[in-house]
């Protein structure tokens, strides 16, 4: 049965098929799952490089980005596959700061790979898309985190709806400024 609240799943919730690609992304965060969903495409061959982006963050002792290493070289990644970026403090900076060191070593990011939590999915793929080279293609693997928010069950408690719709205010507040601009470096490019 449709909702009318279905348009919110679709925009909110943002999946994609994946594709083999340059390297994986994760913005920043303290869910361990983000980077176990890393971790197993990179098993897979999905991509040959993991760029785990964050820096402090109250609830950790460590900054995102050490925390989400470590999961990766417990899960038995070899350190020289995890790249580094451990200054981010918000998603801009996780895209912005992971384009620098895409290009400080010279890494082709033409397929991206972008592990993020469920809901945070079409907030992250238009930061990114907003940051990275317009020819860069990318690919969403999103993942349930510890709060259990999905584009199922969402709708069902008023902690997700809460969730959600602050999501939907983030982007109408994220991206507002950015429109002009992104038109007009489209027409440019085109």
């Not at 050490?66 to 403090?89: F, M, N, Q, S, T």
């Not at 996780?94 to 079409?122: D, P, T, Y």
Request: glycine share 6%; net charge neutral.
């Amino acid at each position: 049965m449709t909702q009318p609240f279905d348009c919110i799943t679709e925009f909110i919730f943002v999946e994609t098929e994946i594709e083999k690609g340059d390297l994986i992304l994760i913005p920043g965060a303290s869910q361990p799952q983000l980077m176990e969903r890393a971790v197993a495409l990179y098993k897979q061959g999905i991509a040959p490089m993991i760029l785990p982006s964050g820096g402090r963050n109250p609830r950790l002792a460590i900054t995102e980005w050490a925390y989400l290493r470590d999961i990766g070289l417990a899960e038995g990644v070899p350190d020289h596959v995890i790249l580094k970026e451990d200054r981010a403090k918000h998603t801009f900076e996780n895209a912005s700061f992971s384009l620098e060191v895409i290009r400080e070593n010279n890494i082709r990011s033409q397929k991206v790979i972008l592990v993020c939590k469920a809901g945070h999915a079409r907030r992250a793929l238009l930061t990114y898309q907003t940051v990275f080279p317009k020819e860069t293609k990318f690919f969403v693997a999103p993942v349930i985190d510890q709060s259990g928010i999905s584009k199922e069950n969402w709708m069902l408690s008023e902690e997700g709806v809460r969730f959600v719709m602050a999501e939907v205010e983030k982007v109408g507040k994220y991206f507002g400024p950015h429109i002009t601009h992104l038109s007009k470096r489209s027409e440019r490019i085109d």
